[in-house]
């Protein structure tokens, strides 16, 4: 029998070791982080304190900014804070901790896509209906149900993640802790843990996907068949909601169902960067800051807190 050393600690690996391109990410991570946070707060605090902002859409965005928020504050602040530090170092159950948030916050964003999506199915296609569909209650359980999905799809996986063994290193070749990284330092039968990651993350991207492509489908329908410019403009408006939905969906789907984690540890910190840094912070302005209520609710705020 071969003697193991198991690892109760990981060292974290950054993009660099030339200081000019670490000082170039940490600028870049700061400030998009920075604006980030900034961009989904002044959605909340809009969607709370304006009046004309209480309908179904405003209250899926008002919770589709904070899990944003939650989203990144697991991994840049860390990340920022190691590399001014020099500190790399993360302990086993950070590193669980840091995996359980990051798959359940962004499984509960998708399915909060979807839920979004059908809101916008139901108040272009139903619009008479929309009132009765979109009760309170509902869009209440579509939340609910959304943080749920997000638990369902990461509460058995990080339970099988905590009995793996870890002795082949402790060098984790990525910039936070992710189930490929993870299972690549694994020297213990991981089968089992390959399969149930492989089941959820194709039912969450699959199942939110398939509901998203027909919501879209039928808008798209509805929308052809209004025979005004109005319609028509509705189609050059989508396309940042398309991009960003192309963004998360191809980002995710090349991380965990494209799963031989020994590739090239450079883009698979590239493709992290850009869900946690870019797709983010362009959140805000895809999904509220472009609609005119939310721009005249954000001119009477800045009237009012101006005249105090």
């Known amino acids: 029998m071969k003697n193991r050393t198991t690892f109760t600690e990981f060292i974290l690996q950054a993009f660099t070791n030339r200081p000019e391109l670490q000082v170039v990410i940490f600028i870049f991570l700061f400030l998009t982080y920075m604006l980030s946070v900034l961009g989904n707060l002044t959605v909340i605090i809009l969607t709370l304190i304006d009046p004309y902002l209480k309908t179904p859409m405003y209250f899926f965005l008002q919770n589709f900014p904070f899990l944003e928020i939650s989203f990144r504050a697991i991994f840049i602040p860390r990340f920022l804070t190691s590399m001014t530090t020099a500190n ?4 086993f159950a950070g590193s669980l901790i840091q995996y359980f948030f990051a798959i359940f916050l962004g499984a509960a964003e998708f399915y909060l896509l979807a839920s979004m999506s059908y ?6 296609c139903k619009p008479l209906h929309y009132p009765t569909i979109m009760s309170s209650r509902v869009c209440v359980q579509l939340v ?3 943080w749920l999905g997000g638990f369902l799809a990461i509460f058995l996986p990080v339970i099988l993640m905590s009995q793996v063994d870890f002795c082949a290193s402790n060098v984790l070749n ?3 802790c992710d189930y490929g990284p993870l299972l690549e330092l694994a020297c213990s039968d991981t089968s089992l843990l390959e399969l149930m990651v492989i089941f959820l993350v194709v ?4 199942v939110t996907l398939v509901l998203v492509t027909l919501s879209s489908t039928y808008i798209i329908r509805t929308i052809r068949r209004i025979p005004s410019a109005k319609g028509q403009r509705s189609f050059p ?9 192309s963004l998360s969906y191809g980002s995710c789907m090349f991380t965990y169902i494209n799963l031989p984690a020994k590739e090239e540890g450079v883009f698979n910190k590239g493709i992290a960067v850009l869900i946690t840094s870019i797709t983010p912070l362009l959140n805000p302005f895809i999904y509220t800051l472009r609609n ?7 001119k009477n705020t800045t009237k009012k807190i101006v005249k105090l």
């Open 174 to 176: 990525h910039c936070y």
């Open 144 to 146: 609910f149900c959304s």
């Open 88 to 91: 790399k170092v993360i302990s």
């Open 203 to 206: 039912v969450t991207l699959v």
């Open 292 to 298: 005119q209520q939310v721009k005249q609710a954000f």
């Open 119 to 124: 809101d916008s199915h139901v108040a272009i």
């Open 237 to 245: 408006q989508s396309l940042p909601y398309d991009c960003h939905l």
